[in-house]
Every structure is written in C-alpha cells, then in structure tokens.
C-alpha cells in the first residue's frame, strides 16, 4: 500500500473508470449524467427556485418560507428565513400515521456485540420524554447544551431532544480531554452537559463523568446548571446533589408527549467545535432548515436511499459525519440505520464485514483510515478478511474525511463491494454541513481516489490566490462561489474571525474551503490534494497544528518552544510530528524516549488521546529564517525523513537539521 503522497501520484495517471451498472443507474433517483446535467442546469438557470422547491419537497414546514436566499448581509447568508420548522419534527413526528412508524430507526449494536432495535414510534417516545426532562429542568429554546457521549441511542435522543425544544446542542467527542471539553462547554456557555458514566471501547470501560466533574472543576463553566448522566455500564460514579441527575430517573416521570417547539429556519440547530488554522477551536454555527435540507436530500443523492434499505455510518456523533448521517440525515429520510457502539477491531478486525452480514447492511459509509487498517488486519489474517462474511447485501459504499488512495479503493471495491457495489468518495467538511463533490451511483463513472463533480447547486472551483479560475490540471484553492443552504452561518461568538477565515476579501467573495484541489483533464473531475493551511488530517480528525504546539509549550517546565507539522502515514493518512526544543540539554537514547512519552501523555491530557504526537524529534533550536520565522517545509521534509533540498541559505542554524533529523 502506498502512502497519501505516493497515492496523489498515482491518481494523476490514474485511468481505471467504473461505470455505472445498468442496474444502478435504472434504479437510482438520479439515474445517468443526463439527469445529472439537467439538475445543474436547472440550478444554474434559477439557483433561487432550484433551492425553494428542493426545500419545499423535502422538509415540512410549520410555516412556508416566501423568501428563499437573503444576500443583504454577505457573508452571513440566510435561507428560508421567514420559514419555522423543527428538525426534530422532521425526523420523527413527520413519520407518524406512515408506514415509516413502526420501521426500525436505530438498530443499536454495542460494544459487546448486544443488539437492540428501536422504531420510529418508540425513538420519538424517547425523545419527547428527555425533551420534558430537559424542560424541566429548565432549559429552553436558545440555550446551549453540551452533549459528551458515547455511540448510543441515548446519544442521538440527546441530540433529537435538544432540537425539539430549540436548544442548540453542541457534541463534544467522547476522546477529548476534560480541558478541552471545559474550553467548549465555557465558549458555548452551556446550561447543561449530558454525558454517560463510561462509555465502552474495545471491552474497555473508560470514565466520561469524571472527565465532565474534572472538566467544570477547571472554572469558567458556571452557566452549567444540569448535568444529566445516562448510565451505560453498572459501575458507580460521581453525583453531585442537585447538579447530577440519572437520565432514567430524569425521564421517569416524563411524558411520552412534547410538542416540537417550532423555530425560525435560522435558528442554530448546533455548534460544533472544529479545528482551524490558529488559535483556539472555532464553534461552527449551523442552521436549522438549510442544513435539515441537505442532511435530507443528499440522502437521497448520493445514497439513493430507499425504503428497505439498511443504512450504516460508523462515524461518531462527535464528529460532523456523525451529526449529518447519523442523527439527523437517515432519521428525516425515514431510513433503518446501524449504530455502532465498538471499535472495527474489537472483538476481532471482521467486526464490520460480520455486522454488515449480520445486519443485512446495504449502504455502508467509512472513513480510509478504517478501511487501510482492515486491509492490514486481513491481510495478515485470513479469519478476518471481508471475504469470510457474506457481502451480498451491499449495494453503496462511500468515504469520507480523508483522501482515498486508489490502492484502498481499489481493495474496498473488490473485496468489500465485490466489484458490484459503487463508491461515492464524499468530500466535505464540518462547515459545508454535507455533501459537496462526490459521485452519484446511478450516474457518475467513478475513477479511483477522486471525489468526480460537485452536487447540483454546488458551485465548487479552483482558483489562483486572486480568486480566477485556473485551467483543468492545474493544481489551486478550492472554493465555493455561491452559498448553499447547509453552509457554516457564522463561527459561535467571533464573527470577525467567521468572514477572516472563510471569506477572505482577496478571493472575490468565494467562501474558502482550506484545501488545494485539481481538476483532470479530461472530464473535469475533482481530486482533493489535502489542506492547504495548518490543519492536520490524522485519521480522518481535524487537528490544528498550532493547537498542538501550545499544549507542547504549555508543559512549561520542560519546554521551551515546539513546532507541529503532519507527515504522511500508511494508515491514519498523516501523522502528527513535533520537534520540540527544552528547557534542558537535548536528550538522548532511553532518556530522549522516557521525555517523548511523558510530552505525549500530556497533549492526550490537554486535548485527547487523538492528538498525541507520533514522532517527538528534539533539538537545541528551530530551523528559522534571519527574521524569526520557522521554516516549516523543512520539517516536513524532516518529518518524512527526506533529504532536504529546499534552499536552506535564509537559514539562521542550518546545523540544526542534522539534529533534528537525528532518531533516538
Ligand atoms: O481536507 C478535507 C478532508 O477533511 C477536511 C474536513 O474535515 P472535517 O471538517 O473534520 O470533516 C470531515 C468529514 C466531512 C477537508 O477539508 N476531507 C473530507 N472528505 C474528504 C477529504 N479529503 C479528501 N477526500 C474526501 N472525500
């Protein structure tokens, strides 16, 4: 398997191109590049009356909108915005009285392999009985509440439960450290948290409510007035009297009925925290009929969802896929979904080939990480290999997160796919809310490691630094030169830094999604080249370098400056590589190693186990020009091992390289 670098290669000769079954393409809603084209068409020739009669078709609206896109205030869009509705509504109560209401809307697997079903009806009992206990508590439309849990049903009730009463959630991951949970609950001034006793990984129980107790213990979480604690395993943990309550007992009393508090199509549905490429995690603010719509629609798009199909998202709620296609996409397209407790290697690395036999899975969506570890594990055990499971239920298989390297593709298309199934490669991020370029499977020819055409509406293009369009084969900045309905509103509590970072004034207005992107040649198809400021993509999680480096330098007594920079890796796509200077004499062999390991333990502790450097490297100094500035492509060569051969004559220390270069 080759490395993302070694990948980028190869899809720039790249000329394999699946087409379509026939099949496929009869059945699919959008079925050939014909109807593809005439939806692109259509929204090019009246954009606003493409989006109102999605909007109206596809979600119900307490009260109709009468305008569609209000551009008055550029760039803080709004849609549909005299329109009310309720998301929660949409996803539950909207099913009531169809065939959808007694469907299976969840079938919960847990870590342990238990396996619950839950319908449409009892989800929306579940969720208007927290929703109640969320009231009475008192909290109510517009405040915020944290959600710090594990992959459960209770999760997604939380989430549900929050948008029925017009609170705006805000899911923090369950791998975030209690810093970095205090840091969003204070900046979302949340009311309430809701959380979990443990949470369950690999057979392993690991504390979420002593991360919430130590997290607010840090300060500055005042606001928090509830904490409710959904008890996932039998063993005890901390209640603080008249803080704390069990959900169970919370819901107790609650009744099964709670009207779905209508909101103004803006009304932010949540704030999740997301990486950038300075200072502290940025809040993106989404709305809530925008982005409804395109959880909505792009279900049906680039899943081509039907009735009986058995949907499977593994990501997290913690995470951006985790809202759209977890707890609100499949819900308000009626679909029967997989939620998944685990970790793909527990008990054994077949788990998700076994679960997709098990479940009769037919649309099934991961991240390359996952699939480059699974290739791993089955190619050194045979007991583990997708081909043990039976497969034949699968119809749709997609990625997202990261980019695929067509070695991956290749072996989740045959040996996953048995070459039946077509691969949609979603490119999008936490700020798009969905879907923005990737293949259609009723339509699109697929060519490995690229991500083909932007949906219909979505105006995606590669630009120079000026924002003019460059040529098919060049290599540019990939932006959006129209709004979408699920676009990012504002970043929670700094708009400033919300127009700074998206809508630079440079590029023409052009909303600025971060990476470089080229098109081919030939059929203009997308191929995304990674980001192009300093996020990290390390298993498919957003991390920002600089958020990194001051965990570093935070550890004051031992460090004195550090510098973060990813490196390309066979599984997790990039690796996080620090090189770090202390405040004492460079260490060296068993020294060096007991030094990396303590640095290590605390970034897991400032902000999670998922930012924890792979590769510490320590010198006296950093490579930096005469003016102060580090030079960070020369670590990146130094990360990846390479030779350097950038002109190092601006240089301060040039000797510093071999240092830093130097394993212990
Ligand atoms: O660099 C792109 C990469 O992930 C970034 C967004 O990360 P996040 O906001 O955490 O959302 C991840 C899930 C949508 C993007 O800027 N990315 C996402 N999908 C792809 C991708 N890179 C290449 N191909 C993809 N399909």
Redesign the pocket.
Known sequence: MSTPSSAIESTLVENRVFEPSEAMRKSARISGMDAYNALCAEAESDFEGFWAKRARETLTWHKPFTKTLDSSDAPFYKWFDDGELNASYNCLDRHMGTPVENKTAIIFEADGGEITKVTYKELLAKVSQFANALKASGVKKGDRVVIYMPMTVEGVVAMQACARIGATHSVVFGGFSAKALQERIHDAKAVAVVTANYQLRGGKELPLKAIVDEGIALGGCETVKNVFVFQRTQTACNMVAGRDTFMHDAVANQSTDCPAEMVGAEHPLFVLY?SGSTGTPKGVQHSTGGYLLWANLTMQWTFDLKPDDVFWCTADIG???GHTYVAYGPLAAGATQIVFEGVPTYPNAGRFWQMIERHKCSIFYTAPTAIRSLIKAAEADEKVHPARSDLSSLRIMG??????NPEAWMWYYKHVGGERCPIV???????TGGHMITPLPGATPLVPGS?TLPLPGITTAIVDETGNDVPNGSGGILVVKKPWPSMIRTIWGDPERFKKSYFPDELKGYYL???GAVRSPDRGYFR?T??IDDVL?VS???MGTMEIESALVGKTDLVAEAAVVGRPDDTTGEAICAFVVLKRAVPHGDEAKAIAKELRDWVAKEIGPIAKPKDIRFGENLPKTRSGKIMRRLLRSIAKNEKVTQDTSTLENPAILDQLGQAY
């Open positions: 997301t995470w951006i896929t990625s997202v997160g990261e980019p695929i490669d979603t490119f999008w991020q936490t700020e991500c999604a971060g990476d995304i990674g980001r993509n498919g999680h957003r």
